[in-house]
Nanobody
Framework: VQFVESGGGLVQPGGSLRLSCAASGITFSMYAMSWYRQAPGNERELVAA????????KYADSVKGRFTNSRDNAKNTLYLQMNSLKPEDTAVYYC?????????????????WGQGTQVTVSS
């Protein structure tokens, strides 16, 4: 399995970014997929999860109303639209499949992670 995250960058507070995660080596449409992030000195945390075929989405309280998780199964790609970004959103963002689907999110299925994409929110 391989995950390749992209789309990060430096953005001012209040700005927007759209992250992408291209997955290979798995049958993408079989899995609930999630975005995680890790800030310096912190543990990796769940940001957003999306199921299939229900497309049920779940979000961390800190990003609700600002971030939107979506997927394109034809392209084996996961997306995260991030609006109204805050300095506390600064982190490296990763994607992974969910071990327990959307019933119990926050447990990544695969032990191997991509390189992540850096998001820095600063004026």
């Amino acid at each position: 399995v391989q995950f390749v995250e992209s789309g990060g960058g430096l953005v001012q507070p209040g700005g927007s970014l759209r992250l992408s995660c291209a997955a290979s080596g798995i049958t993408f449409s079989m899995y609930a997929m999630s975005w995680y992030r890790q800030a310096p000195g912190n543990e990796r945390e769940l940001v957003a999860a999306i199921g299939w075929p229900s497309t049920l989405t779940k979000y961390a309280d800190s990003v609700k109303g600002r971030f939107t998780n979506s997927r394109d199964n034809a392209k084996n790609t996961l997306y995260l639209q991030m609006n109204s970004l805050k300095p506390e959103d600064t982190a490296v963002y990763y994607c992974n499949a969910e071990k327990f689907g959307t019933k119990d999110v926050g447990t990544p299925l695969f032990g191997s992670w991509g390189q992540g994409t850096q998001v820095t929110v600063s004026s």
